[in-house]
């Protein structure tokens, strides 16, 4: 393994050859076999790493080594790196560091640069002005394709893409990008107005990053403009940053659909009491929420000492209702984040669940009564009671599990949190009373 | 909005301004209004689009509308389409039609095509090799960077990137990689081998999409370069592509993690029958699962009726079970989707949820005792039961849940199967033997 190599290369301080070696690598591998240096032999190993590499390491570093890193360094050390940082990473970097920090990286800025700085950190969060960043190339229409090569061959390397370039007028409107594809296969002489695509896809500084990242995705987009409200361009998003904002989407949605507060960090990287602390308050709020049921049962407790074979069959009848509901209700806020459900197809949904749950209802019910009859453990009545339940309360779970993310959706809630236990909770006192009922009717 | 105004020249038969319109829009959205078109009319805007970008409007079609066209058009167009088609695209297609298009796509294309199709239907579906493309620039190390742009100017139109270049010997071993930026910005009297970087990160032709997708989300890369075993390229994967595998493989392992076999298009597209046959297996397994809870429950029938209480608490208690379970195995299978937990992890996972279940145990048993005390709805030992059982269950249920997932993935099944409604059903039964044999302790 390259890393063990390195990890040896340290141990006998041969940094000449481990610089070397170093050279070599792609910066997100340095920047994880840093991580798990302690402070004083990472900065050493920091401080050997090219300038330009070194930046790129400090990005990807967690918030910690981030935090470790500054305050070991120098001003003037500290300063290169402020200079280097692309700009969203720069305002990631201030958002995560505690008061001292950022004081030392405001004291190393430029003065321009901290009124940059206070613009972009009022950005909500989750928006897309909080991803964006200020490293674009910027050309103008009346530019010919060799002036524009020249500009980019200057500052490109300090641009976050040059793939894409951005044509602006003097106002700083955003009037149209041109790909570095077709400046580059393109006659010289010809102007960059002429390549201009103008009906292009933006997003505005507010936009949720959700939003944003389905965009990319739709359009398989490399960057992305981001403009004001007067059609300015503030910046651009890069693809790279919006594979992880998916995969940090992701992750989220599915922490609140089993009923957790989403981890700021990994779940290795995740403290014990962090982990419960997320989990608690949830459990908590279910575990009452249950109580419900049990109000139920104590209810019916006549009915249930008179004919205790129905106890026996609440455990399956609330599992298979809640998992019914778990169902249509993941499709659907799986649906809503991906944008392929929204909420004018709330119709749509509501028919299509109908009959799917009349279908499966239809099944599981036949199913349940074959079974009880041949294992001859219920009577007829009491096995006509039960799957005429286990009809009513798929019916009824599929059709709640499918309205509910619509219905948060409406109200500008996070539809992922009408998942899985939530539904099941509801569902759970639905089927007692609807079990109750029927057996009520039918077994007296 | 701009697909009104689309229908609205189509109705009127004002093919000139329609092309105009068209020419301006991304083919993304051509193609979702041509979707909805019926076959005659959306045939006659297909041949109204320039060629160039009908081609790729066809790409982004559905299966079925592809189907339709390629019935439609003649020989030569279809010849054309083929012809322009990036070499991924074109394997999707002939994997997504019927017998007899496939015969009208094989016949239209040239004996080298044939041959390469034949070699990359081969590919396992999910695999790097079913994802790449044959449409990449490939350079010579002793080229110079002005040959090689020259190269790229000639060639590059029918690549699909030509941001990465890729750079192999006369045996077409992979060297390494040169990006366009790099030869943009660098003196053009220098060699391709002087820009070359060596040290790349690739994947082979049978390696998972998943891995893949975890690479390119790690890395942040534009493309990468797929080898054979021989270290031959032969082929890339591109940003755009991984971005749809990632939501892909997110949405299938949401849908197995609700009990469901994934889909294979989205909600809305998908028929009654459809999503009734990828929840009812499931259903039916979880359901007769559950009669094992019932089972239990009958046997313990004496004591229910001797302390009818225990019975009002029954849901509750499988329900905050099934909740932490669902918990900890969701943290668990997302991490190792995202290859942040791994199955050398197993010993730190169990340590992590250990201390977790014991912290979320005793509160969650403090809280229901101090609820059942207030409310007087239960006596000293009833409570004291039900707040035992309940710690006993919870840390039970979040081992389980934190467990099962790495078991699934060292028996290489899919660990996303052990989520919430599988967990349940073993809890649930877990929780009644539990709960039971607590309470037979301590009530007699």
Redesign the interface.
């Known amino acids: 393994m390259k890393d063990e190599r390195i990890l040896e290369l340290i141990e006998q301080k041969n940094y000449i050859e481990l610089k070397k070696e170093l050279s070599?690598?792609?910066e997100?591998d340095i920047s994880e076999i840093l991580e798990e240096l302690e402070q004083n032999t990472s900065l050493l190993v920091f401080r050997i790493l090219p300038k330009d590499v070194a930046v790129e390491v400090f990005a990807h570093f967690s918030a910690e080594k981030q935090e470790e890193i500054i305050s070991a360094v120098s001003d003037k050390e500290l300063k290169f790196i402020l200079g280097e940082l692309f700009f969203d990473d720069m305002i990631d970097l201030i958002e995560e560091m505690p008061a001292n920090i950022v004081n030392k990286i405001l004291t190393n800025s430029t003065h321009e640069e901290r009124v940059l700085i206070n613009q972009f950190l009022k950005y909500p969060s989750h928006s897309a002005g909080s991803l964006m960043t200020i490293e674009y190339v910027e050309l103008k229409k009346n530019m010919t394709i060799q002036e524009a090569?020249a500009h980019?061959?200057e500052t490109?390397?300090s641009k976050e893409t040059?793939?894409t370039c951005y044509v602006t007028d003097n106002k700083k409107k955003l009037e149209g990008i041109v790909s570095?594809?077709n400046l580059?296969?393109s006659d010289s002489d010809m102007k960059v107005g002429d390549l201009l695509h103008?009906?292009i896809?933006y997003v505005e500084t507010h936009d949720d990053q959700g939003t944003v990242a389905n965009l990319?995705?739709?359009?398989?987009?490399?960057a992305m403009p981001v403009v004001d409200k007067e059609h300015r361009l503030t910046g651009i998003i890069t693809?790279?940053?919006?594979?992880?904002v998916?995969?940090d989407e992701?992750?989220e949605?599915?922490?609140r659909?089993?009923?957790?507060t989403p981890l700021e960090t990994?779940?290795?990287d995740s403290g014990?009491?962090e982990?419960?602390k997320q989990?608690?308050p949830?459990?908590?709020v279910?575990?009452?929420g249950?109580?419900v049921?049990?109000?139920i049962?104590?209810k019916f407790?006549n009915l249930?000492?008179t004919y205790?074979?129905l106890?026996?069959?609440?455990?399956?009848i609330?599992?298979?209702g809640?998992?019914?509901g778990?169902?249509s209700?993941?499709?659907?806020?799986?649906?809503l984040a991906?944008e392929?459900?929204t909420l004018k197809?709330a119709g749509?949904?509501l028919w299509?669940e109908l009959?799917?749950s009349l279908?499966?209802s239809v099944?599981?019910g036949l199913?349940?009564y074959g079974?009880n009859v041949l294992t001859g453990k219920a009577g007829f009545m009491v096995s006509l009671t039960i799957s005429l339940t286990?009809g009513v309360i798929?019916m009824l779970a599929t059709i709640v599990g499918g309205m509910l993310p619509l219905a948060a959706k409406k109200l500008k809630l996070d539809p992922a949190i009408m998942a899985?236990?939530l539904i099941?909770?509801i569902v759970?006192a639905l089927a007692?009373v609807v079990y109750f009922g029927i057996a009520s009717t039918l077994l007296f």
């Open positions: 070599d690598m792609n997100v090569l980019i061959k490109g390397l040059i793939y570095l594809r580059v296969i103008e009906e896809i990319f995705t739709k359009y398989g987009f490399m693809f790279d940053d919006i594979m992880e998916i995969e992701n992750t949605d599915m922490q659909m089993a009923a957790m990994t779940y290795l014990v009491l982990l419960s989990r608690i949830w459990l908590l279910l575990m009452l249950a109580s049921t049990g109000g049962i104590t407790e249930l000492s205790a074979i106890m026996a069959f609440i455990p399956m609330m599992n298979t809640g998992s019914s778990n169902q209700s993941t499709l659907i806020i799986r649906g991906t392929d459900v197809d749509k949904v299509k009959r799917i279908l499966v099944i599981l199913v349940i079974k286990m798929v899985g236990p099941t909770t759970d007692l």
